[in-house]
C-alpha cells in the first residue's frame, strides 16, 4: 500500500520500533533467557532464523487465502504452518547440519509459539508488504530481537555482582532494566524521517 | 462411560484415530470461525465504510455523494475492490464536483503516519487534512490531528501545478515554526518537529504522485464516470 | 475419582486470582500484560477477552479430553484456542471497534498466550468440564485484575485518568513516560516490588510471632 524503502522497514523494526522494547513482543524469553550471553546469543539467532523462515511461509500462505477469499482462518492456519515448517526445517538441520542443530536446534521448538514470529506474520500481512519488504522486516526484527537479548544478558551479568536489596531480586529488577533499555531505545523515534 | 484409566490408552494410537480427532476438531472450529465471521461481516464493513466516509466528509466539506476512484497508469477509473492507488472525489446535492480526497503517508517519529487530505481543484488547494494513522508520542506529536495553530496551515495550501501540469509547481515543504513565508510551506509545531515535517512529506509525495494525473482527468471525474 | 470430579472446588478459583496468579506469580502472559496496559479500559477489555477464550477453550478441551490422542494433543488445543481467538477478534471488530484499533494485533496474539496453552495441558485435559471452566475463570479473572492493576496505575499518572474520567484539575501535569513503552516496564516491576515486599513482611512477621512464643 505504502512504498517505504527496505532500509526504513529494516530501521523501523530493528531499532526504532524494537520488537521487544517498544511492541513488547516475545516478553517471555526476553526476561527468561538473558541470563548469559552466549545463550541469549543462540536464542536470538535461533529467532531470527524462524522469523525468516515464517515470514516467507506467511507471505505465501496469503497469496493462497486471499486468491480463495478465507482470510478468516488467517490467524488459525498462520499458527498451524508456522509450526509445521519450523518442525521440519528442525528435522532437516538434524540430518544435514548436525553443528548447526546443537548450537539453535534445542530453541526452536520454545521459539514457535513465541508471540514475536506470529505477530511478525500478522503485522507483515496487516502492512500489505511486498515479498522484499517482508524479507527486510523479518532481518529487522531478527535483528533487533537478538540486539535487545545480548543488551540485556551483558547487563544483567554485570548485576550479578552488585549488591541489590532482598526485595528487588530477580525479576522487579531486570523489568527495571527493562524499562531503561526501552527509554533509551525511544531516542531512535524519527530516525530516517527527515 | 467406560473411562480408560488415567485418559490414556497405554497402546499406540493409530494414525487413523489421530486423523480422525484432528478432522473432527477442524470441522468443529472450522463451523464456529464460519459463523462468527458471517454474523460480524455486515457490522464490520458497515463500520469501515462509515469512518472512511466521516474522514473524506471532513475533508471535502458539504459533499452529499463521494464516489471512490482509482488511478492506474494512465487512466482513471471508478474503484473495484482491489485497487490499490485509490482517490476520492466529492459531488454536492446537484452532481457538480466540490473536492478531491486523497491519502498520503510518511515516517513520523514512531511509525507511518496516514493522512487523508482534501484538494479543491479550483483553487488549486489543499483545505483539509484529516489524520487516519499516528503513533507518535501522545501530547507531543499527536498535536498534528489537534493543534488548531497547525491545521490552519490546511485552510489553502498551495499546490498548483505547472502550466504544463506535469508536476506540482512548489513542493510543500515544512519549515521550522514561525518561518512560513509562501503559500506552499507548512509552518511546523515547535516540539513536535519530526511529526509535522512528516506531515510535510507526506503531503508532499501524495500530490506528487497523484495530482497529475487527477487534474489530466478532471473532466471524467467531473462528469461522474 | 469420579465422585470428586462433581464437586465444585471454588478454591481452584481464588487460586488462579490470587496464589497462583498468571502475572504476578506465574510470570505467564507478559506481551499482552505490558503492550495494552496504557489505559483501564484497555486493560479491561483485554482481559475479558483473554478470560473468554481461557473458559471456552477450556470447557471444550475438557470435553473432548478422552477423545484427543496424546500424541497430537498440543496441535489440537491450539487449533481449539485459535477458533475462539478469531471469534473474539471478530466481535470486538463488530461492537467494539475503537478499542479494537488500540488493541490491534494484540487480540491475535492471545493464540500464543501461554496461560491459556499451559490451562489447557495441566489442567483442563485432565478434569472434568465444570471443574476446568471454574478453574480457568479464576485464571481469567487473575489475569484481568493483573492487567486492571497496571492500566490503572499507567492510566492515572500518564494521562491523569481513569477510564477516561479526569481525576485531576486542568493544573495536573501528565507523566507521559507511564504511558509510553517504558512506563510498561517501570510499573510492572514496580508492582512485583511491592509483592515481594510485603512477602517478606509476611515472611518475617511470622518468624517474629514463633521467636516470641518460643522465648514465653
Redesign the interface.
Known sequence: ??N?SLT?IFL?SAV??NFVL?MFLGICPFLGVSGRVNTALSMGLATSFVMLISSICAFGLNLILVHYHME??QL?SYIAVIASAVQLVEMAMKKFSPALFRALGIYLPLITTNCAVLGLALFQTMRHYSFAQSLAFALGAGVGFTLALLLMSGLRERLLLANVPNVAQGAALSLMLAGILSLAFMGF??L??? | MS??SN??APTQ?SSA??IR??G???M??GL???T??E??KG??AD?NRQ?LELAVRQVIPGAATIRTYAVAGDTVHLAEPGD?NRFYAGYDAKGKLIGLAGKA????????I?LLYGYNPKCQCINGVSVLQDHD???FGTKVATDSAFLANFTALDARLRPDESAVANPIVTVKHGTKRHPWQIDAISGAT?SS??VG?ALRRGTGSLLPALMRHLAQIEAQR | MKTTDTTIDFGTFWEGVWKENPVFVMMLGMCPTLAVTSSATNALVMGVSTAFVLVCSGA?VSM?????????RI??YI??I???V??VS??L???A?EIYKVLGVFVDLIVVNCIILGRAEAYA??NSVLRSVVNAAGMGAGFTFALLCLGAVREILG?GTLFGVHLFSAHFQ?W?VM??PPGGFFVLGGWLLLFNWLKQRVASAGTLQEETARAQ
Open positions: 500500500m505504502h517505504e526504513f523501523q526504532i520500533n517498544a478468516f482462518l488459525i523515534g524519527g530516517g524521517s527527515l | 473411562v480408560p485418559g490414556m494410537t484415530a489421530m480427532v484432528l473432527l476438531v477442524a468443529i472450529s464456529l470461525i464460519v462468527a465471521y454474523a460480524t457490522t464490520i463500520y469512518q490499490t503517508a510518511a515516517p513520523g517519529y514512531a511509525d507511518l496516514i508520542t501522545p501530547g519530526i515535517t512528516a512529506t | 471444550l473432548l479430553r478422552y477423545l484427543i490422542p496424546k500424541e497430537v496441535a489440537t487449533v481449539i485459535a477458533t475462539f478469531t471469534i471478530y466481535v471488530q463488530a461492537y471497534p485435559s485432565k494521562s501528565p507521559l504511558v509510553l
